[in-house]
């Protein structure tokens, strides 16, 4: 079953803590993206990967960090900078030549502070 | 500010009937997409219509784009209580070069009830 897998489903944070998302596909696909959705809102786009080893900051990239050392993992980390964490984020994939035209995401990762 | 604005907010409707639901953007696209998402789960792309189409179809689907109004709109025919989702519209805006970005829009909550 090709498919972009998130975890965990849940995930709390206490103050001053870092923590990371986990996101993983095997659809072969070049391009990944972190998306954070905020209650009743669309999604703003934090980083994006278009090629291995290399990532760029998207809308709302402060507080945020990712890597993208292999093609089929793109972590991203949860900073203590972000002040405001709690949210639902989202990863997503699409092939290369398919870059904002048809993306593939994960269920999610509920991200709350305790 | 969002590229896509989705109209209305919510939507309630009986099995049986027709769901509409429409989208305004604010600058020139190459493309705009649908995406359905059920509560707690990710998107998962519904269909794309690029600049140069004004209608498509896809199973009990209808988007129309009207690029001189910046508008779109989804019809779901015969609508049934699976269809009971959030539905977003995205939007990628034009650039010569670089990464372009999609936009999303705040979301369409339909409930369809049996």
């Known amino acids: 079953d090709g498919g972009i897998t998130q975890s965990p489903k849940y995930l709390f944070r206490k103050e001053g803590q870092n923590v990371t998302l986990s996101c993983e596909q095997n659809l072969n696909h070049d391009a990944m993206y972190w998306y954070r959705q905020d209650p009743g809102q669309g999604l703003r786009l934090i980083y994006y990967?278009?090629?291995?080893?290399?990532?760029q900051k998207g809308d709302i990239a402060e507080g945020y960090s990712v890597s993208r050392e292999k093609k089929e993992s793109f972590p991203l980390t949860v900073t203590s900078a972000q002040k405001n964490p709690t949210a639902f984020y989202l990863c997503a994939s699409s092939r290369a030549d398919e870059v904002n035209e048809k993306l593939f995401f994960g269920s999610g990762t509920q991200l709350s502070v305790l | 500010s969002q590229q896509g604005e989705e109209d209305p907010q919510a939507l309630s409707i009986q099995e049986g009937e027709n769901a509409t639901m429409n989208c305004s953007y604010k600058t020139s696209i190459n493309n705009l997409q649908w995406y359905r998402q059920n509560s707690g789960r990710g998107l998962v792309h519904l269909i794309l219509?690029?600049?140069?189409?004004r209608e498509k179809h896809s199973g009990r689907l209808r988007v129309t784009l009207d690029t001189s109004k910046k508008s779109s709109s989804l019809l779901i025919t015969a609508s049934r209580a699976a269809d009971t989702a959030s539905y977003f519209c995205?939007?990628?805006?034009?650039?010569?070069?670089?990464?372009?970005?999609?936009?999303f829009g705040t979301g369409t909550r339909l409930l369809v009830s049996p």
């Open positions: 990967s278009q090629i291995v080893n290399d990532f």
């Open positions: 219509i690029r600049s140069n189409e």
């Open positions: 995205a939007t990628d805006a034009r650039a010569l070069t670089g990464f372009q970005k999609l936009v």
